[in-house]
T-cell receptor
């Protein structure tokens, strides 16, 4: 079965640079979520999109922005990178809408290292 | 917001032993998932279990929604079971959407 695809899998950037992470949800899933997991921490919700509209927002820095495109893939844009942005970034997708099952499926993650 | 507490925080087992991991949550939920995070960082879905009992091989899970807790059982543990086990819950917020709130995890080490 198709899974959530994330690219790139690894990314190394320097401070003050920008980064773009991409997520391709499971086909026919209408909702995409982004989570950030710092070293030794649990994943923290950043932002979500339902049917290409932002649906919820967590503790996402103003330096970060995200969007979902017409083909349902999503991109997380990160500017003015800081050392503290080094983390594992997960994308997840689910079928919400009128669904009664709300299971989220996670991608393999993008490991961002800021030097 | 919803609080999620997992116990124990750390667990060391000998291969072949059984274990029970617990997840307590502070409010009613419409989503509860158990994940295994392997040493490479991948989050592997174990169970979607907002209520009831499920089994998958050596793993099983039970959620008692009315009492706001879930249990993950690992039987006949293997070294490949090592890693961090997360419980995550979601509820339909004001926007009607379903972000997951994760517990701090249980770090499991299985020794041969």
């Amino acid at each position: 079965a198709a899974g959530v695809i994330q690219s790139p899998r690894h990314l190394i950037k320097e401070k003050r640079e920008t980064a773009t992470l991409k997520c391709y949800p499971i086909p026919r899933h209408d909702t995409v979520y982004w989570y950030q997991q710092g070293p030794g921490q649990d994943p923290q919700f950043l932002i979500s999109f339902y049917e290409k509209m932002q649906s919820d927002k967590g503790s996402i820095p103003d330096r970060f922005s995200a969007q979902q495109f017409s083909d349902y893939h999503s991109e997380l844009n990160m500017s003015s990178l800081e050392l503290g942005d080094s983390a594992l970034y997960f994308c997840a997708s689910s079928l919400e809408g009128r669904a009664t099952i709300h299971e989220q499926y996670f991608g393999p993650g993008t490991r961002l290292t800021v030097t | 917001g919803i609080q999620v507490e997992q116990s124990p925080p750390d667990l060391i087992l000998q291969e072949g032993a059984n274990s029970t991991l617990r997840c307590n949550f502070s409010d009613s939920v419409n989503n509860l998932q158990w994940f295994h995070q392997n040493p490479w960082g991948q989050l592997i879905n174990l169970f979607y279990i907002p209520s009831g009992t499920k089994q998958n091989g050596r793993l099983s899970a039970t959620t008692v929604a009315t009492e706001r807790y879930s249990l993950l059982y690992i039987s006949s543990s293997q070294t490949t079971d090592s890693g961090v086990y997360f419980c995550a819950v979601g509820s339909l917020g004001s926007g009607g959407y379903n972000k997951l709130i994760f517990g701090a995890g249980t770090r499991l080490a299985v020794h041969p």
